[in-house]
């Protein structure tokens, strides 16, 4: 299980660092993923980090978005520069078994592989 925070209401061109703390004890060895959904809109991939470090990204945030990992604090950041209002969304945090044995295959368009949801934080973007 996972509990996300760090959600707010930001201007056109703010930053967000969003976070996901794993509940009950550490990440298992697999992979944690960010993902968004919109009003009306399907689920959306945004990034993924593997526990060995390896990263994820949607081409549409590749530029802007960061994820890390951090072992001690048992969670995942994602931070968010340039935010645009197409970005609005509520935002959740998932994990999953590896898949093909490495983060470099962590990623998941729509999440079928990912469980363990958290309740999710909104982010909106004014413009």
């Known amino acids: 299980l996972v509990e996300e925070s760090g959600g707010d209401s930001v201007p056109t061109g703010g930053s967000l660092r969003l976070s996901c703390a794993a509940v009950?004890?550490?990440?298992?060895?697999?992979?944690v993923g960010w993902f968004r959904q919109a009003p009306g809109k399907e689920r959306e991939g945004v990034a993924m980090i593997g526990t060995d470090g390896l990263e994820n990204y949607a081409d549409s945030v590749k530029t802007r978005f960061t994820i890390s990992l951090d072992n001690a604090k048992r969670t995942v950041y994602l931070q968010m520069n340039s935010l645009q209002p197409e970005d609005t969304a509520m935002y959740y945090c998932?994990?999953?078994?590896?898949?093909?044995?490495?983060?470099?295959?962590?990623?998941?368009?729509?999440?079928?592989?990912?469980?363990?949801w958290g309740q999710g934080t909104q982010v909106t973007v004014s413009s």
């Open positions: 998932a994990t999953s078994r590896y898949h093909y044995g490495s983060g470099a295959y962590c990623y998941d368009s729509r999440g079928s592989t990912y469980s363990g």
């Open positions: 009950g004890g550490a990440f298992s060895d697999g992979c």
